[in-house]
């Protein structure tokens, strides 16, 4: 039996990275709480290997022409639908036998809301007397939305490690609920009270996280922990897309590396560690800053270093010889950098600086330091030309760095959410608001962006074949079946011999029949005579 039951809810998508479900935040605010002299419990949905098909949302059912044919080649992405984590019977089990007297429920992403709000049912049908109140990103963004589901008592707007503890004095005490940092609540009339988003104003005060409340086994990678961190909050820039800059309620507060050290040392306490990712917009920043830390880190793991990534990524202009040789020495394999675009006009409307000549000093100081590089370009975004995201695509292609491709979705609290509801692009449904599931039909189509999307898989895995020192295949059309068993690889390099042959993306089902997906035409067009040679 608890006071409060923190809840990390199940997932439903096409794909979960497990890495990044591990529930810093709840166990940040769990710590704060339990400052105050409350039990806390953490109930994490996501800590099961557990996961089984559904039907996708009828609002999704046009992303059966993308996804509804399996494919088993290199250039495949997306097929079934998936719920991932624990039933909302077993949660309803929990719920109950916790005999929590609030049970506060993390709703990080806007996708993902109609799942917690699933949780706030299941919660007050298990445990009629408590009190549901619902936080994260999408009820500080969207509070009325949240407010709309009549299981959901009250919203905590902003950041949890304030607003949390101090609802449960008043709920324990009986007092007002208006002083509460970030409460949302209904007056006696209906309508809402919202308060401004609470903010913690030195994140070095806070407690170190309960890391004791996470299923830490569940999130190890071959036997060792994995630890997620935030060095600070927010971020400096003020990139169109991001609800996190700047601009936004959050700001931009950089903990000390003390404060980051000593978290780091709690966490690895008694432990076997063997990564740690960095959820900052962008950790290096302060280069001096970031020095400091890379030698901490050292002091603390010695000669059992954990791999280290920063996987939000990495702002090209701040990495210079000395902090890319300090990353290799201090446990990074990988550089995720963010390139946006490389096209002017997108950039502007990204509000981004052009890094391309910062980006290229990067990959060289990756490839003298032994590292490998992601870079990262947007697609899909409103006016985006999808021609200029294949030429940012042939950008990639031609330096020793993988392509990654993420469409754009409008994240509430953005510049680029509000146009897109000005100009009337705003999905039909919430479920809609994820890369996955193609959220913008404009300028780039539906069909542009997952033909990007395909055209980035394509890239790789002709990086993969140079890495691998194997030719890159004449072009030669294909047949209509392959064996079964093919080698993967094998049945790659016959489809990308098709894709130099005539363009056409094809894919493969289990039992050897080819496909041709479908893409555009003219972007394959592009990319093809953008190779070289092509």
Not at 89 to 110: D, N, W, Y
Not at 242 to 263: H, I, P, Q
Request: hydrophobic share 45%; proline share 6%.
């Amino acid at each position: 039996m608890v006071d409060i039951l923190l809840i990390q809810p199940p997932i439903a998508d096409f794909y979960l990275t497990a890495k990044r479900t591990i529930p810093y935040g709840l166990a940040s605010i769990a710590a704060a709480a339990a400052q105050k002299g409350f039990s806390v419990a953490i109930l994490d949905a996501l800590a099961t290997g557990k996961s089984r098909v559904i039907a996708p949302p009828e609002a999704m059912d046009d992303l059966a022409a993308f996804y509804g044919r399996a494919d088993q080649s290199p250039f495949g992405l997306f097929h079934h639908y998936r719920y991932y984590g624990y039933s909302l019977e077993h949660l309803g089990l929990q719920i109950k036998a916790s005999g929590a007297f609030l049970v506060g429920i993390a709703s990080l992403f806007t996708a993902y809301s109609d799942m917690a709000l699933a949780v706030a049912r299941t919660a007050k049908a298990s445990q009629p007397g408590c009190t549901v109140v619902l936080g994260g990103h999408h009820p500080t963004a969207l509070p009325a939305a949240v407010m709309a589901e009549t299981a959901v008592d009250l919203v905590l707007r902003g950041e949890g490690e304030v607003g949390l503890p101090a609802l449960a004095l008043a709920l324990r005490s009986g007092g007002s609920l208006a002083g509460v940092p970030g409460i949302v609540y209904r007056n006696p009339d209906g309508s809402l009270h919202i308060g401004e988003p609470a903010l913690c104003r030195d994140p070095d005060q806070l407690p170190v996280p309960a890391f004791g409340l996470i299923r830490r086994k569940f999130y190890q990678r071959y036997g060792r922990d994995s630890i997620v961190v935030t060095a600070g909050r927010g971020c400096p820039l003020k990139c169109s897309y991001c609800a996190t800059g700047a601009e936004s309620w959050m700001g931009f507060r950089k903990r000390s590396v003390a404060a980051v050290l000593r978290e780091l040392r709690a966490a690895s306490a008694g432990r076997q560690v063997g990564f740690v990712d960095f959820e900052d917009e962008n950790l290096t920043m302060d280069r001096r800053w970031f020095l400091e830390l890379m030698e901490g880190i050292r002091d603390i793991y010695g000669d059992s270093l954990p791999e280290l990534r920063a996987m939000n990524g990495l702002f090209p202009p701040t990495l210079t010889a000395a902090v890319v040789r300090a990353m290799k020495t201090t446990g990074f394999k990988t550089l995720n950098l963010s390139l946006g675009s490389a096209d002017a006009g997108q950039l502007k409307r990204f509000n981004r600086p052009d890094v391309r000549e910062a980006f290229n000093r990067a990959l060289r100081y990756a490839r003298r330091e032994g590292l490998s590089a992601v870079g990262y370009i947007i697609v899909g975004a409103p006016d985006q030309d999808p021609l200029s995201s294949v030429d940012d695509l042939l950008f990639l292609a031609g330096r020793r760095v993988l392509a990654g491709v993420s469409v754009f979705y409008p994240a509430p609290g953005s510049a680029d959410y509000e146009r897109c509801r000005a100009l009337g692009l705003m999905p039909a449904s919430f479920a809609r608001m994820r890369a996955t599931a193609l959220p913008i039909d404009q300028r780039t189509s539906r069909t542009d962006s997952v033909t990007l999307l395909r055209l980035g898989r394509l890239l790789n895995f002709m990086k993969s074949l140079e890495t691998a020192g194997v030719p890159i295949p004449q072009p030669a059309p294909v047949g209509n079946h392959m064996a079964p068993l093919v080698d993967r690889q094998q049945a790659g390099m016959k489809l990308l011999a098709a894709f130099l042959w005539d363009c056409g993306i094809r894919g493969i089902e289990p039992d050897g029949t080819v496909y041709d997906h479908r893409v555009s035409a003219a972007l394959c067009r592009r990319f093809h005579k953008g190779l070289p040679g092509g």
